[in-house]
Structure formats: structure tokens, C-alpha cells
């Protein structure tokens, strides 16, 4: 890529974000917007209608000011710990290539243009040189300047591991923490059970009470029955909801990590939340109706893939927050993707260039990184903020649809999206800030962006629909480190093909080094992640005994999961000129 192509995808970018930032600072004071961008406000009652002025029509960045204000502390009272660990994420990149880019840009930038192993740069018309006479590809084979890109990938490689031993270390400490702050939930006493075995003569509720009460008798409290509504639906699903004496251990939590019969395919558990063990009703029905008749067709690899793509959300047995947790790993699919390309091009490229040329492919595919970084990161996350699918979709039902406060829909922030874009950000700075270290400024400006942004959409729009207490870090931390390894191997290439042979041999114990980090790391904090211990959940249950209200809330436990079908209808006392009772009420 040349410098005026870049230049060009740099204007045409820079200039939407401006344009989306000046939209959203103007609509976002229309009390006709409140719901695309404050909805959450709108729902607790937080908004304020204000009377037209002037200023309600200009730009200003006063929300810049507001959404930079909140605390980290602030922030977990009101949007929990999933987000607070969401902006670690950020704020983890920030530091990473903040010192990557001082090494970068100051160190290796100059070094690189010093060379003369590509043509020589004429600075008169630099709109018309190619990137990579800023890569590592302009440097002469042999050269000891490489040295210092060498030097440049331990110290890095160091700085990296260091940032996540002490973000892994905080959010455990975050984690335990925030569940000993937190109220007793439902889901913490109570685990989802199908595929019940019946036996002939024996009601289902009966064999359920028996079982329990036989083999979890200081534990076992009552049971509830979803049931499906329908003339075709079966009953399929089961609750359990545990006694009140160590809930957490000896109860919930045992039943759940143990196998509760000889069958394995019988007495299947889950651990979801209530709004999640009703979803998963539905999924079930899904399961049976179209993922078995499905895979009868599938002839082939190809099409079986194309299937289980379509429908691996409803193959999974896991909740919803478990789902979208694995869903951070997608970005496994899409950096095998590249690497296929990256193969490919290699392939096509060895029968026109030689093979010492190799190296400038690799400076070439770091410019397709810029390039993608300016285009799809710097626009997408001012997208976020303009909310343009959702300001459109308002605009079109607006004349037909007329909604309170309280019908207000909040959304929540999809995870399983947004965190694999910010580590495919991270994977390319890591992997090609030694390459061409003009990618680390785009990405600094990105990940800017996204602090004050996010920040901004907890405040203002998103809700959290589930609390998963920061469980996907582990994920985070793992594709950090599949970052590194990678760019090892890709510095060992570089190194070999650059003719420095030593360099090769010495960055060889770096990818052994940092595997032994991640399985210390794994072995240290991921366990807090799997479960929690014994000694956190036994001082919880002595805490809990200890609190008053702790009976009321096993009152209202035993109802807590009751089939939503089954309650009693909820009628809204809002009522207007279109939904006022067509004959006044009288009393008898």
C-alpha cells in the first residue's frame, strides 16, 4: 500500500467519525432520541425533559467530560463487574501500546527508514512510496540494526506478561470481592435439571421429591416444574432449589460439579439464571425440532460445517452468559482465516519472487492491518456511538408506536462481539508493531476512542442483562497470549529470512518462556474463574446466616422460578386516550 492510499482511507474515515460525533452531540439532546441514546436513563427515571434552547442545536463535548467522570468503583455499582472488566480490556491495550509505540515510532521507525534494502525514500514525493519502506523490510540483510528489533520483542514480550499477571491477579481479587458484596440470587441456590428419569406408577414431581430428599437431605428445599404451554409442548424442565443451610457448598454447588446417577445422559444440570433458565426451555424445543432432522442431511464436511455454524447456539446446553462468554473465542475462526490468506499469498508469491523477498509480503500485510484499523476499527466504534441501527429504527416507528418510561426496551452490550474486535485490534499490534510500527499510533486513536465511548454506553445506554462477574478474563488473557506466540514465530521467520541466524536461535526460548507464564497464570487464578472455593463460599453462607433479611429471601426463593406462563396477568395502570377502558369501571 502506498503513502497516498493510506492517506486517502485516513481522511475518508476520520472525517465519518467526525460527522457521527457531531450527530450524536446534537441529537442525543432531542428529548425525541432519549430512547436510541439513553435508554437506560429513560427506564430508571434519570432523564430530565428540557426546554428548547439554542444550544440543544450545537455540537458540544460536554458528554466527553461526563462519561470520563465515573470512577471505576462508580462504575461497578452501575453497570457491574462484566464492564468493568470490559474496560480493562482497554485500558490493558492503552498501556501495551503506549510503550509499544514509544519503542516504535522512536526506536525502530528510524531505524527502519536508515535502510536501503528497498528503494531509497524520496522525501519530495513521499505520497508516492510504498509503506514499506518504513517496515522492518527496508533493513539490509545481515544487519546488526536488527539487533534492535530483537531487542525490541523481549522487551515487550516481558512488559505484556507483566501487564496480564497483574490484570489477572486485580480481577480475582475483583471477583471474590464483588461476590461477597453482592445480595443472595437465585441462581446461586438453585440448579436447572432435565432428562429426569420416570418411574411407571410415580408422578414426576413425586420421583423428583424422593430422590432429593433421600440423597441431599440437610440441602434440599423445594422444587418448581416449568412447564410448557401448548397442546404439543412436553414437560421437560426441572428446578431444585436447595435448603438454606450452606446453600453455596455441601447443596447447589456439590449437586452440580457432582454426576448424580450411574447414567451420565440422564439428571442433565445447569446453573442459569432465571431469566436464562426459561430460554433455555425454548432452545430445547429448537434442539429436538431442528438440529437432529438437520443433521440427517449433511452429505459432506463442507455442509456440516455450514450447519453447525447456523445452529451452534442451539446445540449448546450452556445458558446464555456461558454462550456468549465461548463466543470471545471467535476470534480463533477468523485469525485462521488470515493465516489461510497469508499462505496462500506466499504460495502465489514464490514462483515470481525470491525467497530473501519473503519478508516484505509480511511489512506488506502489516499495512493491511493500518489500513483495516483505520477503516473498520476508527468507524465502527463512532457507529457504536451514533447508534445508526438503532436511530433509524426509531425514526420508521415513531408515527406508529407511541411508548412510556416504562416500556422503554435497554439493551445490553454484546460481549461475545465486542471483546473478540478488541483483541483482532490487540493481535495486530502485537504481532506487527516490530514489522511496521506505524500501526501503533491507528491503534492508540482506536483505543482512545473506545474508552470514552464504552464508558459512555454504560452510563447512557446499556444495562446488564446477565452477571457473569468478569468470568470471560481467563478467555481474554489466553488470546493474549496466542498473540505473543505468534509473533514470536513470526520474528523467528522474519529473523531467518533476514540472514541474522543467532537472532533466530535466541528467540526460540521466548514462545517455551511465555507458555510457562500462561500455565503458572492458569494454575494460580484461572480455578477462581472455574468455581469458587470452599472458603470463599463458606464465609458467604456464614455471612448470609448472619443476615436478617436472609429469610425473606428463602421465602421468596421458592417462587422465584415459577413458569411466567402460569402467573397471574399484570395489567399497566398507565392508561391514555388509546388504551382507557371503553366503560368506566363500577364498583358492586
Not at 28 to 50: C, F, I, T
Not at 338 to 364: H, W
Not at 571 to 577: E, F, K, P, Q, V
Amino acid at each position: 500500500m502506498i503513502v497516498s492510499a493510506l492517506l486517502t482511507s485516513l481522511g475518508i474515515n476520520f472525517g465519518l467519525c467526525i460527522l457521527f460525533f457531531t450527530l450524536y452531540s446534537v441529537l442525543r439532546k432531542q428529548p425525541s432520541n432519549y430512547e436510541v441514546y439513553m435508554p437506560r436513563l429513560l427506564a430508571d427515571g434519570l432523564s430530565q425533559q428540557r426546554r428548547f434552547n439554542l444550544q440543544m442545536l450545537l455540537p458540544t463535548p460536554g458528554w466527553v467530560r461526563r462519561a470520563w467522570q465515573p470512577s471505576e468503583e462508580e462504575m461497578l455499582a452501575s453497570a457491574g463487574l462484566d464492564a468493568v472488566v470490559f474496560m480493562r480490556i482497554i485500558i490493558l491495550s492503552l498501556r501495551i501500546f503506549c510503550v509499544a509505540g514509544i519503542i516504535g515510532i522512536f526506536v525502530l521507525l528510524p531505524v527502519n527508514c536508515t535502510g536501503n534494502q528497498l528503494a531509497s525514500i524520496d522525501f519530495a514525493n513521499l505520497t508516492s512510496d510504498s509503506l514499506d519502506v518504513f517496515s522492518i523490510s527496508n533493513v539490509n540483510n545481515g544487519s546488526n540494526k536488527l539487533w534492535i528489533h530483537f531487542s525490541a520483542v523481549y522487551i515487550v514480550t516481558v512488559f505484556i506478561c507483566c501487564l496480564l499477571y497483574y490484570e489477572y491477579r486485580y480481577i480475582s481479587s475483583k471477583r471474590v470481592t464483588y461476590f461477597h458484596s453482592s445480595k443472595p440470587q437465585p441462581h446461586q441456590f438453585t440448579i436447572l435439571v432435565r432428562s429426569i428419569p420416570v418411574s411407571v406408577g410415580i408422578s414426576v414431581s413425586d420421583s423428583v421429591e424422593r430422590f432429593f430428599t433421600q440423597y441431599h437431605p440437610s440441602t434440599y428445599l423445594s422444587h418448581v416444574v416449568v412447564h410448557r404451554t401448548g397442546k404439543i409442548r412436553n414437560l421437560i424442565l426441572y428446578l431444585f432449589i436447595p435448603s438454606p443451610r450452606l446453600l453455596k457448598v455441601r447443596g447447589s454447588t456439590i449437586c452440580l460439579l457432582t454426576v448424580i446417577s450411574l447414567d451420565i445422559l440422564i439428571w442433565i444440570k445447569l446453573f442459569p439464571s432465571m431469566r436464562e433458565a426459561f430460554a433455555e426451555v425454548r432452545r430445547e424445543e429448537i434442539r429436538k425440532k431442528v438440529m437432529l432432522p438437520a443433521s440427517g442431511h449433511s452429505k459432506n464436511e463442507s455442509n456440516t460445517k455450514k450447519l453447525y455454524k447456523r445452529l451452534i447456539h442451539f446445540r449448546t446446553e450452556s445458558p446464555q452468559s456461558k454462550f456468549e462468554c465461548g463466543g470471545c473465542c471467535g476470534l480463533f475462526p477468523h485469525k485462521g482465516d488470515l493465516l489461510e490468506q497469508y499462505e496462500k499469498k506466499f504460495e502465489d508469491s514464490e514462483e515470481n519472487l525470491r525467497l530473501e523477498q519473503s519478508d516484505t509480503s509480511s511489512a506488506g500485510e502489516a499495512s493491511f492491518c493500518i489500513a483495516y484499523v483505520v477503516t473498520s476499527g476508527w468507524t465502527s466504534v463512532a457507529t457504536e456511538l451514533f447508534r445508526m441501527i438503532p436511530f433509524i429504527c426509531s425514526l420508521i416507528s415513531k408515527p406508529c408506536v407511541r411508548s412510556s418510561d416504562d416500556e422503554v426496551e435497554v439493551p445490553s452490550l454484546p460481549y461475545h462481539k465486542d471483546i473478540p474486535r478488541l483483541l483482532l485490534f490487540g493481535l495486530f499490534g502485537i504481532t506487527y508493531f516490530f514489522l511496521a510500527p506505524l500501526i501503533v499510533p491507528f491503534l492508540l486513536i482506536y483505543f482512545c476512542l473506545a474508552y470514552i465511548i464504552y464508558r459512555n454506553q454504560f452510563i447512557n445506554v446499556y444495562a446488564p442483562k446477565y452477571e457473569t462477574a468478569g468470568k470471560y478474563w481467563p478467555i481474554v488473557h489466553h488470546l493474549m497470549i496466542f498473540s505473543l506466540v505468534l509473533m514470536h514465530a513470526i520474528a523467528l521467520g522474519i529473523f531467518t529470512l533476514k540472514k541474522l541466524p543467532l537472532a533466530s536461535t535466541l528467540i526460540i526460548p521466548l514462545p517455551v518462556l511465555t507458555l510457562l507464564f500462561n500455565a503458572y497464570c492458569s494454575k494460580r487464578f484461572l480455578p477462581i474463574f472455574t468455581a469458587y472455593s470452599a472458603e470463599t463460599l463458606i464465609k458467604k453462607d456464614r455471612e448470609d446466616h448472619n443476615d436478617a433479611t436472609m429469610a425473606e429471601f428463602f421465602a421468596r426463593l421458592e417462587t422465584a422460578y415459577f413458569d411466567p406462563a402460569l402467573l397471574p396477568i399484570q395489567y399497566s395502570t398507565n392508561y391514555d386516550s388509546r388504551t382507557s377502558p371503553l366503560l368506566p369501571s363500577t364498583e358492586v
